[in-house]
Antibody
């Protein structure tokens, strides 16, 4: 069964860039045409960050669009998230997820990223 | 994209049925039949419970059912059990942007 695992620094300095990778195991990244990043602010709800297609076409949440880049590396069976100019308000648990039609069926366990100096 | 509106909390006794509402707009919930529901236990990742308004993924109990009317979708949990105590989030594809929007979340308490 497909498993997703987020990895990256747990601490990022303000104004820096948050970079995370989602490794897909137990199956090919080609098992779905789209992959997404979702975050959960502390004690808050879920927020969709954006998605990437296998062809490399990305779509972003308008509220984050100016700071977000999502990319895919099919050869490594993984996709990545870059969020620039971070502030304390970007502190959150970041999840990667596989698309199942217009939903998300497999999720990573999530990784906490704290923005602090 | 504004978050979909859910009640902050819903509670019920074991064996009862509860319904969680999810209100959006004519650009998301009301426009597409692409509403999903996720269950999230503390410290865990969200779990898909319902997709495309009313479909259950394999392995999800038939005590969970979904429906939609106009701009409002609903999740009903019948025969409430202690293990159902969790946070629940709705999600919809939106023609705004386009992209996805989540609900504000509902905490379900089993009394």
């Amino acid at each position: 069964q497909v498993q997703l695992q987020e990895s990256g620094p747990g601490l990022v300095e303000p104004s820096g860039t948050l970079s995370l990778t989602c490794a897909v195991s137990g199956g090919s990244i080609s098992s779905s045409g789209y992959w997404s990043w979702v975050r959960q602010l502390p004690e808050k709800g879920l927020e969709w960050i954006g998605q990437i297609s296998l062809s490399g076409s990305a779509t972003y949440n308008p509220s984050l669009k100016s700071r977000v880049t999502i990319s895919v590396d099919k050869s490594k069976n993984q996709f990545s998230l870059n969020l620039s100019s971070v502030t304390a308000t970007d502190t959150a648990i970041y999840y990667c997820a596989r698309h199942f039609g217009y939903s998300f069926d497999y999720w990573g366990q999530g990784t906490l990223v704290t923005v602090s100096s | 994209q504004s978050a979909l509106t859910q009640p902050a909390s819903v509670s019920g006794s074991p064996g009862q049925s509860i319904t969680i509402s999810c209100t959006g707009t004519s650009s998301d919930v009301g426009y597409y039949n692409y509403v999903s529901w996720f269950q999230q236990h503390p410290g865990k990742a969200p779990k898909l419970m319902i997709y495309d308004v009313s479909n259950r993924p394999s392995g999800v109990s038939n005590r969970f059912s979904g429906s939609k009317s106009g701009n409002t979708a609903s999740l009903t949990i019948s025969g409430l059990q202690a293990e159902d105590e969790a946070d629940y989030y709705c999600n919809s594809y939106s023609r705004s942007s386009p992209g996805y929007v989540f609900g504000t979340g509902t905490k379900v308490t089993v009394l």
